[in-house]
């Protein structure tokens, strides 16, 4: 198994971190005026765009998709993806108040092929995770409305944010991280919006809420559970 936190991976996601950034949320933006992205096999991926146009990342290639043809390259640079995608570094683009400050343009991008394709099964399974947690609360009435869940570039982590029990309820965001400066390795959270942490105190475990970090090794259903927990903890009791 890939080790989730260790150095190379660490310098993946940053490596990663930096193309999604600023070659493919950039790209979608310069179209659209929109930048989250989407899991995709082997990685992200902007949603189809434009003339039916894609930019993805599978492992630590780059691939674009447009007009009915496909180039691919192996991620080497920023510059050079940047300049196979069709990007200008040197304008201004910010996904939000936390959005990386660009590398060297000719700074090799140290990007493990398999350290990325074990963050691209994590966003998987945390967008699987989210959608079948946002599903059965709509059914059971306890989610009255969810943001479309997305890659959010700035912090990297796909996530939605839930309001609990009806209008005006909890607002909760639920998502699943790569990692970052407080936890290195991938991690699944439920972030509450505001202060209370009802329920068992040692469930909120970090300081916006809760973990679960993949280093520990939880199965599927334990990934789930983990989710519904926080969220029952959250939503409003039923009278």
């Known amino acids: 198994m890939v080790d989730p936190a260790g150095p190379a991976d660490v310098a993946t996601r940053e490596g990663l971190h930096q193309v999604a950034v600023h070659v493919l949320a950039r790209r979608r933006h310069a179209v659209t005026g929109r930048f989250g992205l989407r899991p995709a096999p082997g990685g992200l991926a902007t949603p189809v765009f434009g003339a039916d146009e894609v930019v993805r ?50 700074a090799p991008l140290a990007i493990d092929a398999a350290a990325a394709r ?30 479309a869940a997305q890659v959010w570039p700035e912090h990297f982590d796909h996530a939605t944010t839930l309001t609990l029990g009806g209008p005006g309820g909890p607002k909760v965001n639920v998502g699943a991280s790569p990692g970052d400066g407080g936890e290195p390795g991938p991690y699944l959270y439920v972030g509450p919006w505001d202060a209370a942490r009802p329920g068992d105190p040692a469930y909120w475990n970090a300081p916006f809420g809760a973990v679960l970090r993949r280093a520990d090794g939880p199965g599927r259903a334990e990934a789930l559970a983990f989710l519904r927990r926080g969220l029952g903890y959250l939503a409003p009791q039923r009278t």
């Open 57 to 106: 990342l599978s492992g630590a290639t780059l691939v674009v998709e447009r007009g009915g043809e496909t180039r691919a390259e192996p991620l080497t640079t920023l510059g050079r993806a940047a300049d196979l995608v069709g990007v200008d570094l040197a304008a201004p683009f910010s996904v939000g108040a936390d959005t990386p400050v660009a590398v060297d343009p000719d």
């Open 118 to 147: 074990v963050l691209g099964d994590w966003w998987a399974l945390g967008a699987a995770l989210v959608d079948e947690v946002v599903g059965a609360g709509h059914a059971d009435g306890s989610v009255a409305a969810a943001t």
